[in-house]
């Protein structure tokens, strides 16, 4: 079960998300510096606030992932908050 405020538990990956996803990846190829040889996400968690941040695995070619911070508010807006590079399939998705 979920704490209000805190974040879910580990979930597959929907059709949302993955909309919510590719929305960002323009943002996230611009922050990295470098397209992304694949961009397939893979789980997230989520957290509601006044709206919805995910928190998101994504597999960006070989064995390289990233974790995505993406906010969408109330009205549908999407924004790429803050990302971590240099992830594994191991690490484990963690609020940042």
Same mark, same amino acid.
């Given at each position: ?71 969408? !508010? ?11 590079? !240099? ?10």
């Amino acid at each position: 079960m979920t704490l209000c405020g805190g974040t879910s538990d580990v979930k597959a990956i929907t059709e949302e998300v993955t909309a919510v996803c590719n929305k960002v990846k323009p943002d996230l190829e611009a922050k990295l510096g470098v397209a992304c040889a694949s961009f397939e996400p893979k789980s997230y968690k989520s957290q509601v606030v006044a709206g919805t941040n995910y928190f998101v695995k994504v597999h960006v070619g070989d064995d390289k992932h990233v974790h995505l911070r993406i906010y969408k !508010d109330l009205q549908g807006n999407v924004e790429l908050h803050s990302h971590q590079a !240099d992830k594994s399939h191991e690490d484990p998705i963690e609020y940042f």
